[in-house]
């Protein structure tokens, strides 16, 4: 064993061990699609400076933090997003009624004077006083509250205790900052100047356009004299309880600005559940068959890959639980999902080795394993590479779990890079220095060409000598799925056009057209119902509150018995836009990115070639969805940015192996070159293929309806990839290479050189 292998497999045992430590040591952190609660996005409505945007926000997730942690919600989250956003997660919260309860009124608390009662059967303010409101107070006397004279910002803290000595029970005592308690003592100051027990002597605070409390200012203090900021009371008949909720609204109600929900998503606990054990299923049996997929075809270092893809999903695993990622499902999915595609790296390699005991029969095992590795990195590095960026976009261009998806795959690129050139090179590189393997090449693997190479080799099809009808044939398959985009139209989810999903799960079974007529008395004749899975009922609507949605699953639960409610989704329309908007940059930015990435690693024409298959295979996606009437959310866009990683992935191999080719012989022409190159390439498309397949299929058949549609995309754009990768990424490549060649000489200024028959790049052989 060379001191290189020695050092390999000393690193990966270390990492092995440490990744197991952390996996039995560590639990993950779960989003709230798999544990169950709520998650609200805020964004606060105030718009100066962004210096200013984010400090306020800033100290509005401060007071919403104090607000929460004093009801006592468990390990609640509360990060900034952005400049003006603020997202707030709430565990094992499932009703977003209790959880606008838990964060409190959003709306801006302030302190008005008191300029009487108003008169019976007025609604608003004199037309003088734009500024003036007409509430009623805690006992329903309608008060004609002047305009805002302190804000809640002004509030430094409010205490309940109770007063025993004076005899005036429970008290809640305000302590103000600095120059908001001279504008208090003002306030009051004007206020006592009027006789006790007259409307005009109170003070009354309000929160959300509601009077939480008026109190009369003492008589012992006198006219302009005023409160003093750090000793005021608020006396009254309070039970314990309405004291501390009064001193909790008065402190939590200080907001800076205003705030309004723009997203919120409520999954129960048993929908997460069933998600974790559904991907769990998934990932043990597609990994099974990926395992044995290749143990079949690479023998027994298809038995050390597998190992070696056992030892990378220890290793992501470790990783997401050690940095702390929050696990979300499509996060869920992106871990299983990048196990199929782990083995592309070991199924390179393994093809490069095979190639190379093919030339060269009589050299040994470990010469041909150390050089499939060599020549086989630079693909490998080039496609993960190009995976990677699809992973930043989702990351960068996405929201909630798109972001976690983009994470999740990132680590699972770079855990399986690890595994393949690191854990899986110790292995087979052990075992090639054993005189049994070498000796028996049925036993290794490689030293015998797949019945795959050995039919292509046979047949040699001539692919390219007419590359323009395979792009025919790819404008075909494009056009049909334009006419499903115009024809059937694209369904975009909730996320793109702003409203309310909420999915119910009722005790009795109920068909859609009951559920409709139901919701239609109700009052809900507005709502799209569809069914869901195992007989659950989905329905959509466009502006709906919380109160509202309650009132849609009372009138269901009329025919269904015991309503449960497993998803709900709210999407202001402004977060519907942005979101739609964000959606279409990321494909942008992703065609961009990947098209000055393949330009700078290889030729312009082989770079445009793959961008014309990345955006066949989009439109391909988009439109088969568009033709089944399925859903287009964000889940989906994560789909779609991993298919373009995926595409360019497969014609990154393609065009590593034309590269390597045509620098070994200028001569040939590049049709020949690429035709071979397709030829030899051809396994590993194959072989990768086969083996995220099995992942999604598993995920297809076992995810249920949450993740169905995601493997269901991630299908047809691998095999649409795989299509394309040959069939219109290099045709493109060909096509713009003799458009791009210089033209013959004009006839009648030939010169001897000139005469001579000119070779084709694009036939194999003819002259022109």
Same mark, same amino acid.
């Given at each position: ?66 607000? *929460?942690?004093? !009801? ?30 838990? +964060?409190?009124?959003?709306?801006? !608390?302030?302190?008005?004077? $008191? /300029? ?8 608003? =303010?004199?037309? #003088? ?18 305009? %805002? ?62 009077? +939480? ?17 750090? @000793? ?24 800076? %600005?205003?705030?309004?929900? %723009? ?73 299983? !999902? ?9 199924? /390179? $390699? ?34 993960? *590479? ?88 790819? #404008? ?15 369904? /975009? ?20 057209? #009951? ?13 799209? +119902?569809?069914?869901?899975?195992? @007989?659950? *009922? ?12 309650? =009132? ?60 014309? =298959? ?48 045509? =620098? ?10 690429? &035709? ?39 299908? +047809? ?12 990424? $290099?045709?493109?490549? !060909? ?17 001897? &050189? ?15």
């Amino acid at each position: 064993m060379t001191r290189a292998t020695t050092v390999r497999a000393v690193l990966a045992a270390a990492v092995l061990l440490v990744s197991v430590f952390i996996t039995l040591t560590m639990s993950p952190r779960l989003g709230l699609d798999l544990q169950g609660g709520t998650r609200m996005v805020l964004q606060a409505k105030d718009s100066a400076t962004v210096e200013a945007d984010r400090e306020t926000t800033d100290r509005t997730l401060e007071v919403l933090r104090q607000r *929460i942690d004093s !009801l006592g919600v468990a390990e609640p989250v509360l990060t900034r997003s952005g400049e003006d956003r603020i997202i707030v997660e709430l565990p094992d919260v499932q009703d977003p009624r209790q959880a606008a309860a838990v +964060i409190g009124r959003t709306a801006q !608390l302030s302190f008005h004077e $008191v /300029l009487g009662a108003a008169p019976p059967g007025t609604d608003t =303010a004199p037309e #003088t006083c734009e500024k003036r409101l007409i509430l009623p107070d805690e006992q329903g006397t309608r008060l004609d509250l002047g305009p %805002v004279r302190l804000s809640g910002a002004g509030v430094k803290d409010a205490t309940a205790f109770f007063e025993a000595q004076q005899a005036a029970g429970w008290t809640v005592k305000l302590d103000f900052h600095k120059d908001a308690g001279k504008d208090w003592t003002k306030l009051t100051g004007e206020a006592a100047c009027h006789p006790a027990g007259d409307e005009r002597r109170r003070v009354a605070i309000v929160l959300d356009e509601k009077v +939480i409390s008026s109190p009369q200012v003492d008589p012992s203090v006198g006219c302009q004299a005023g409160l003093p900021s750090g @000793g005021t009371q608020i006396t009254g008949s309070f039970t314990a309880k309405e004291a501390r909720d009064l001193a909790l609204l008065i402190k939590g109600g200080a907001l800076p %600005v205003p705030v309004e929900i %723009v997203e919120q998503r409520t999954v129960g606990p048993t929908l997460g559940a069933a998600a974790i054990d559904a991907s769990a299923q998934a990932a043990l049996i597609g990994a099974a068959a990926t395992a044995l997929f290749i143990t079949f075809v690479y023998r027994l270092f298809g038995a050390l890959a597998a190992v070696a893809l056992a030892a990378y999903g220890v290793i992501s695993y470790a990783a997401l639980v050690g940095l702390g990622v929050t696990l979300t499902l499509p996060g869920l999915a992106g871990f299983v !999902l990048a196990i199929g595609m782990a083995v592309d790296a070991n199924v /390179l $390699v393994f093809e490069r080795a095979r190639e190379e005991c093919q030339d060269r029969p009589t050299r040994s095992l470990r010469s041909a394993l150390t050089t499939g590795f060599q020549k086989a990195f630079s693909a490998v590095a080039d496609s993960n *590479i190009t995976t990677l960026l699809a992973a930043g976009l989702l990351f960068f261009l996405g929201s909630g779990p798109v972001k976690g998806f983009g994470v999740t795959l990132a680590i699972g690129v770079i855990a399986s890079m690890f595994s393949a050139l690191v854990i899986a090179r110790a292995l087979t590189e052990i075992a090639a220095g054993s005189r049994f393997v070498s000796d028996y090449r049925g036993v290794n693997g490689i030293a015998r060409p797949g019945s795959v190479r050995t039919w292509l080799t046979r047949k040699d099809p001539q692919l390219f000598r007419k590359p323009v009808q395979w792009l025919v044939i790819s #404008t075909a398959l494009v056009a049909v799925a334009v006419a499903g985009i115009v024809v059937r139209g694209v369904d /975009l989810g909730v996320e793109f056009t702003g409203g309310r999903l909420v999915e119910y799960s009722t005790s009795r079974p109920v068909d859609v057209e #009951t559920a409709r007529s139901t919701l239609a008395d109700a009052g809900f004749g507005d709502a799209e +119902i569809t069914t869901a899975g195992d @007989g659950d *009922i989905s329905v959509r609507t466009g502006k709906l509150d919380n109160d509202g949605e309650h =009132a849609l699953r009372t009138a269901l639960a009329t025919e269904g018995g015991e309503t449960t409610k497993v998803r709900d989704e709210l999407i202001g329309p402004s977060l519907g836009d942005e979101l739609r908007r964000n959606a279409l940059i990321a494909l942008g930015v992703a065609v961009l990115v990947q098209l000055a990435y393949l330009a700078v690693r290889f030729r312009w024409t082989f770079a445009v070639g793959s961008v014309i =298959a990345m955006v066949h295979d989009v439109m391909i996606v988009v439109g088969a969805f568009a033709w089944l009437g399925r859903p287009v959310d964000g889940i989906f866009l994560a789909a779609l940015l991993t298919v373009i990683g995926y595409s360019v992935n497969d014609s990154v191999v393609v065009f590593d192996r034309v590269r390597e080719l045509w =620098a070994g012989n200028r001569k040939t022409p590049l049709a020949t070159i690429a &035709r071979r190159a397709v030829l030899q390439t051809v396994p590993r498309t194959v072989n990768t293929g086969m083996g995220a397949l099995f992942i999604l299929v598993a995920l297809a058949v076992l995810g249920g309806d949450s993740l169905a549609d995601f493997a269901l995309a991630l299908l +047809i754009g691998i095999v649409v990839g795989t299509w394309s990768s040959v069939f219109t990424a $290099v045709p493109g490549a !060909l096509v713009l290479e003799r458009t791009t060649t210089a033209p013959p000489p004009v006839p009648g200024k030939s010169s001897r &050189r000139a005469r001579a028959p000119l070779r084709d790049p694009l036939d194999n052989g003819a002259r022109v």
